[in-house]
């Protein structure tokens, strides 16, 4: 599903993990940005990743 601006706001800073389908793996990071199409995770190694919605399987909210 999309989401809401205001829902955005809210999960920018916060940790996740999303299953990608074309990597076929958990990915790991920091939220550090979200639109209406994307979500962009800060790795472990500092390296930021665009991940486009259409390839997100789940993504679920780490409690830190």
Known sequence: ??????????IVN???????TEVTDWIPG??????T???TLEL???EKKEIDF???AKAKLLNT
């Open 30 to 35: 920091k939220i550090v940005e979200a639109s």
């Open 54 to 56: 259409s390839r997100i």
């Open 44 to 46: 472990e190694n500092g």
């Open 14 to 20: 916060q940790y996740a993990r999303v299953w990608d």
């Open 1 to 10: 599903r999309n989401i809401s601006t205001d829902e955005q706001r809210d």
């Open 37 to 39: 199409s994307s979500v």
